[in-house]
C-alpha cells in the first residue's frame, strides 16, 4: 500500500509538472508568436518606409533634374555628391567624372572661401556672388552663386546646395551695351574731338605750305652756289654769278628763312603729335577692352580721357592733373573706367559752366588728383560748380534721372559710373559737396582687386 501510495504520489507530481511544463511552453509558443508578429509587422513598417523613402529620393532627384538653374550638392569634405543636368551643361562635364570629385575641379578654393564667407541673409543664404566656373578645357564660364548649407538629421556633418545662374549672356549683353556707350560719348564728343584735331592741321598744313614755297627759294640759292663752286674749282671766278647769286640771297631774305623754318618744323612736329596725341587717346578709349581684369596705368587712362573731353571743359575751366607719379597699377576693367571717369569728368564740366553762367565769372577749375591710401587708391575729380541740392543728393545714381534740360544729358552718366566702380570693381563712389562751391566725386579701388575677387 505504501509502495502504491508513493508510486500514486510520483505519478501525481511528475503529471502536475508535465502540466506545468505545458502552460510554460505555451506561453513561450505565445511569446514567440507575438515576437514574431512584431518583427513581421516591424519588417513591414522598415519596407514600407525604404520605399517611401526610395520613391522620395526618385521623387527628389527628379524634382532636381527639372531645376533649371545649375545644382550642385556638396559634402563638409567639399567632395560633389548630386549635380543636375543644368550642371553639367554648364561646365561641359561627364557626370561620372563629376560625381565623387572635388569642387575645387570647377571652383578655386579661393574662391569658394570667398562664397562661404560672404554675408549671409537671415535664412543663412548666401546669394548673389559673382564668380567664374571652370569647365571643359580650363574655359571660365561668368555665373551668379548661391549657397545654402543643411544639417544631416541625427549628424553634425553639414552639406551645402551651391545654385548657379549662368551670365554669360548677360555678360556679352553689357559689353556691347558698354561699347555702345563708348560710342555714344565719341559721338557726342565729335565735334570737338574734330575742332581740337582741326587747329594742329591747320597749322601743319600752313607751315608746310609755307616750307613748300620757301625751299624752291632756298633750291635756287643752292643750285646757283653749287655752280658758281664748280667754275671756281674750274679755275675761273665768274664775278657775275657770284653778284647772282648774292641778288638771290637779298631777294629771298635769307636770314629770315634760316630763323623761321626750324620753327616751322618744330610747329608742324608739335602739331603732329597733337593729332597723334588726340587719335592714340581716341583708341585707348574706344577699345572694346577685355572681360578680364588688366594693370592698368590710372594716370595714362586719366590723361586719355582728358584729352578727348578737352573741348567740353577748356572754354569753362582750367584743368589741373595732380597725379601720384608712384601709383600703382591698378586691376581694372580698363574701358569701363574710362567712360565712368569721362562721364564724372563730363558732369563736373557741366556743371562749371552753370556756375559761370550765375556768378559771372570767367572760367572755373577743374581737378583730378590721384593718391595711393595703403591698398586703396583714390581718383578725386572736383570741380567749382554750382554744388548738388540736398533733395537730389539720394537720386543722382539713379538710371535716368536728371536735372540738365532736354538733350543735355541722358541721366544715364552718374548710373553707369556707379554701376562700374561699385558693382563692377568692388570699389566705393563717394562725393563731396557745398552748394555754390562745387562738389568733388571719390573714386576707391583696390588693388588686391585682381587677387580676391577673381577666379584663378
Known amino acids: 500500500m505504501r509502495t502504491d501510495v508513493v508510486r500514486s504520489g510520483c505519478i501525481m507530481t511528475n503529471e502536475a509538472e508535465f502540466s506545468a511544463l505545458q502552460r510554460k511552453l505555451r506561453r513561450e509558443e505565445e511569446k514567440v508568436a507575438a515576437l514574431e508578429g512584431m518583427i513581421e509587422g516591424k519588417t513591414r513598417e522598415l ?23 545649375p545644382l550642385f550638392l556638396v559634402d563638409d569634405e567639399l567632395k560633389i555628391e548630386l549635380v543636375n543636368s543644368a550642371a553639367l551643361a554648364l561646365v561641359g562635364v561627364e557626370r561620372s567624372k563629376l560625381i565623387g570629385a572635388s569642387l575645387t575641379t570647377i571652383l578655386s578654393m579661393r574662391e569658394i572661401s570667398r562664397v562661404m564667407g560672404a554675408r549671409r541673409d537671415e535664412s543663412g543664404i548666401v546669394s548673389n556672388i559673382e564668380t567664374n566656373l571652370q569647365g571643359k578645357g580650363g574655359k571660365l564660364v561668368p555665373v551668379i552663386l548661391s549657397a545654402s548649407v543643411m544639417r544631416e538629421a541625427g549628424s553634425e556633418r553639414e552639406k551645402t546646395i551651391f545654385v548657379a545662374f549662368d551670365v554669360s549672356e548677360r555678360r556679352a549683353l553689357e559689353a556691347q551695351l558698354l561699347q555702345s556707350q563708348k560710342l555714344e560719348s565719341v559721338g557726342q564728343l565729335a565735334a570737338g574731338i574734330a575742332h581740337e584735331l582741326n587747329t594742329p592741321i591747320q597749322y601743319i598744313r600752313d607751315n608746310m605750305s609755307f616750307l613748300t614755297t620757301e625751299f624752291q627759294k632756298i633750291k635756287e640759292i643752292v643750285e646757283s ?68 581684369l588688366v594693370e592698368v596705368d590710372l594716370n595714362k587712362a586719366i590723361q586719355s580721357v582728358a584729352t578727348i573731353s578737352r573741348n567740353e571743359w577748356k572754354y569753362v575751366a582750367e ?77 543722382i545714381y539713379e538710371p535716368f534721372y536728371t536735372t540738365k534740360e532736354v538733350g543735355r544729358g541722358s541721366g544715364q552718366g552718374l548710373a553707369i559710373a556707379y554701376s562700374t566702380i561699385v558693382k563692377k570693381h568692388k570699389g566705393k563712389l563717394d562725393f563731396r559737396t557745398q552748394m555754390g562751391c562745387g562738389t568733388t566725386f571719390i573714386i576707391t579701388l583696390d588693388t588686391r582687386l585682381g587677387k580676391s575677387s577673381t577666379n584663378a
Do not use: W
Open 47 to 69: 519596407f514600407q518606409e525604404h520605399e517611401k523613402s526610395r520613391r522620395f529620393g526618385a521623387h527628389f532627384a527628379g524634382i532636381v533634374e527639372t531645376v533649371p538653374n
Open 225 to 292: 652756289c653749287i655752280k658758281f663752286c664748280e667754275s671756281v674749282e674750274a679755275g675761273s671766278v665768274p664775278l657775275g654769278e657770284a653778284r647772282a647769286i648774292l641778288g638771290k640771297v637779298r631777294e629771298s631774305d635769307l636770314g629770315y628763312l634760316l630763323s623761321e623754318i626750324p620753327k616751322a618744323i618744330h610747329e608742324t612736329y608739335n602739331g603732329a603729335e597733337s593729332v597723334a596725341r588726340i587719335v592714340r587717346a581716341m583708341k585707348e578709349f574706344s577699345h572694346p577692352g577685355t572681360t578680364e
Open 319 to 395: 584743368l589741373v592733373l595732380d597725379l601720384d607719379p608712384h601709383l600703382p597699377a591698378v586691376p581694372c576693367f580698363v574701358g569701363e573706367l574710362n567712360q565712368a571717369i569721362l562721364n564724372i569728368i563730363v558732369n563736373a564740366s557741366h556743371a562749371i559752366e552753370d556756375a559761370l553762367s550765375k556768378r559771372g565769372d570767367d572760367r572755373g577749375v577743374l581737378t583730378v588728383v590721384t593718391r595711393q591710401r595703403g591698398h586703396e587708391v583714390d581718383i578725386l575729380i572736383s570741380d567749382t560748380g554750382t554744388g548738388i541740392p540736398e533733395d537730389v543728393q539720394p537720386r
